[in-house]
Nanobody, 111 residues
Framework: VHLVESGGGLVQPGGSLRLSCAAS????????LSWYRQAPGKERELVAV????????YSADSVKGRFTASRDNSKQTIYLQMNSLKPEDTAVYYC?????WGQGTQVTVSS
């Protein structure tokens, strides 16, 4: 199993980013996947879960209405569209599935 995140970077408050997580090594369409994040000095927290049908079945209260998870089974990729970003969204964002973690991608929200 291999999960590779991309799309992180530096963005100003109020801006947007789209993260991607490319998966390989398992039957992608059979599994729900998740996005987590970990800010400096804080525990890793669950951000969003997307089921096999492409429905976001969970999103953290702190991101509701701003973040949307989606997936493209043909590309074996999940996405996290992040809008109206806030400084408190600064964290390393991780993809998780089948008990495996990606390496993470840094998102920094700062003016």
């Amino acid at each position: 199993v291999h999960l590779v995140e991309s799309g992180g970077g530096l963005v100003q408050p109020g801006g947007s980013l789209r993260l991607s997580c490319a998966a390989s090594g398992f039957t992608f369409s059979n599994y729900a996947l998740s996005w987590y994040r970990q800010a400096p000095g804080k525990e890793r927290e669950l951000v969003a879960v997307i089921n096999t049908f492409g429905d976001m079945t969970y999103s953290a209260d702190s991101v509701k209405g701003r973040f949307t998870a989606s997936r493209d089974n043909s590309k074996q990729t999940i996405y996290l569209q992040m809008n109206s970003l806030k400084p408190e969204d600064t964290a390393v964002y991780y993809c998780y599935g089948r008990d495996f973690w990606g390496q993470g991608t840094q998102v920094t929200v700062s003016s």
